[in-house]
């Protein structure tokens, strides 16, 4: 069965049949599937009040458990956003009452982010629908294929991201 990416491939091979177009295969399906993703990411976490930054943060905060806040740089890291967006984040997150900033008592210099309790009541409520909302956009894989094409990404991610810290 030949989907939109295959259609692209088989042009090129015939505009180009000099050039090897087969990354196009990965990326082109890889960009295709955020077309598809990301949207339905930010219609869940619109039900809740929310955008995908947003989330993004307020779940860092909260795998990290109640007794571990984070930096704003540890959660830039985590989080995958500039250090001038996630200033804006945590203002717009600190002024809806979903998270505090206070100063680290070992490093005054330092603050530390924690969340509040209706920050972790309003992620607990969302990373349910978040997860089944996954699930949904999985449901063309079984468990070994999900494993499988997981695996590869991480291989893939390894090579670009390079080693982890």
Known sequence: MADHVDTVLDQWARQRPDLDVSPMAVIGRLKRLVMFIEPELRRTFAAHGLDTPSFDVLAT?????????????????????????????????????????????????????????????????????????????????????????????????ETLEGPRP
Do not use: F
């Not at 984070?70 to 804006?88: C, D, F, K, N, Y």
């Not at 070992?106 to 969302?126: C, H, I, K, P, Q």
């Open 61 to 157: 905060l909260r795998r990290n458990g109640p007794d571990n806040p984070l930096t704003p740089a540890e959660l830039m890291r985590s989080a995958m956003v500039t250090s001038g967006a996630i200033t804006q984040r945590l203002d717009r997150l600190q002024a809806n009452g979903l998270i505090t900033r206070s100063p680290s008592p070992t490093d005054g210099r330092v603050v530390l982010v924690s969340l509040t309790a209706e920050g972790l009541a309003l992620v607990d409520r969302a990373l349910p629908d978040h997860l089944a909302t996954e699930q949904r956009l999985l449901a063309g894989l079984d468990a070994a294929g999900r494993e499988e094409l997981a695996a590869t990404l991480r291989t893939l991610l």
